[in-house]
């Protein structure tokens, strides 16, 4: 059966989408497809253009990325319209994360992209290419206040050219897409490798990467209502039920309450829904496996599964936040299922031993880009065109 490496630019979320096998699927819901919306919708503060990136300072006070590769910081006023304050600008056609660290750095991370849905078919999944044409590339930057423009830190490509994935499934064990982005207490920084299906630490002043922790592939089957894709599409697609290997693509992290790290995954093709999950890994820690098989070995496990496509991760002192792009998938959204531009926010608590989750805003999300937690939780979204920052009443 045909291997084909299911890269998504720009149309979806610009993760590398490790897939095994085959190239797409619908039909499948992974949520609660045109269900009532529950609670207040979020309260928006200011309109951004296709937001992803965002940092909750606290005080009204945030940090976001649009699609043009601006960066700002927003500022509530009491009694006033919020206050987008230009800070900077990348080139790069898909919004950066940020993260302020500090001293006053400001970390911002590019990766791959390309056109979005309205420019290409689904065939050009297999032609998009291994690595980004973009000036920025596979990039960490920072950025501090009168500087002109953010200046790079590392490249990420180059430190997973020589840091394979030995668990690969898709011929380009070397390939990256950092996409998630925290900055540490200690002047270090944390990046989650979509492509890489790992997590690094990176010592900005050194340059110095060193591996957290690398997630190994998931069995999981495809599930029923594949659609009928022709050859010249990248068809036909494997029959309901065809266990497949299906690797990671660690889209998210984040440093709970607790001083764990959260490293959050979108799981690629066939993109089954439920089978996302988040891992929690003891600072410090490096080479660690998170193993799908034996989920409580080691040091990295498994936290809460049960989601799907999760693309961005939070933490307040409540648990943590898990935002799915798609309730029903990030495929059928590529594949323009109907009802698949529907978002989920999940709280996770663990009192116990099995953690509680709790759907907030339910209905009330579209492509959702990101999330983050100070005194209030703020959402940025649509993705893709006119969207805001909101805050959750």
Known sequence: ML???????????????????????????????????????????VHLDGPRGIDALGHGRTLVTETNGDFSLVVERRHKPARKIHLGNLPTDFPPAISKGT??????LTGASGPPPSERGFASLRAAGRSSAMAPGTTLFRWRRGWPAPKPVVDIGKYQMHDPDPYDQEGFPTDSNPFGLVALRDGTVLVSDAAGNDLLRVW?????????ARIKPRLVK?????????PEQGGPLPPAGTPILSEAVATSVTVGADGYWYLGELRGFPATPGKSQIWRIKPGTTNALCDPLHPRRG?????????????????????????????????????????????????VRRPGTHPRVRELARGQLTLPGGVDVSNHVYLVGPLFGPGALMRLR
Do not use: M, N
Request: glycine share 14%; with cysteine; charged share 15%.
């Open 299 to 347: 040091a990295c496990k498994r936290y809460a599964q049960g989601f799907t496509s999760i693309t961005d991760l939070a933490a307040g002192p409540k648990g943590i936040y898990a935002l799915e792009l798609s309730k029903k998938s990030w495929l059928d959204f590529e594949l323009g299922v109907p009802g698949s531009t529907e978002g989920g926010l999940f709280l």
């Open 204 to 212: 900005p002043h050194s340059r110095k990467v060193r591996t957290v």
């Open 103 to 108: 001293h006053g750095w400001i970390y911002l």
């Open 222 to 230: 495809v599930p029923p209502g594949l659609p009928d894709v022709p």
């Open 3 to 45: 291997k084909i490496p299911a890269r998504i630019g720009i149309g979806v979320i610009a993760v590398a989408l490790a897939a095994a096998t085959a190239p797409a699927r619908a039909g499948q819901t992974g949520g609660d497809a045109g269900a009532r919306p529950q609670g207040h919708a979020p309260r928006t503060i």
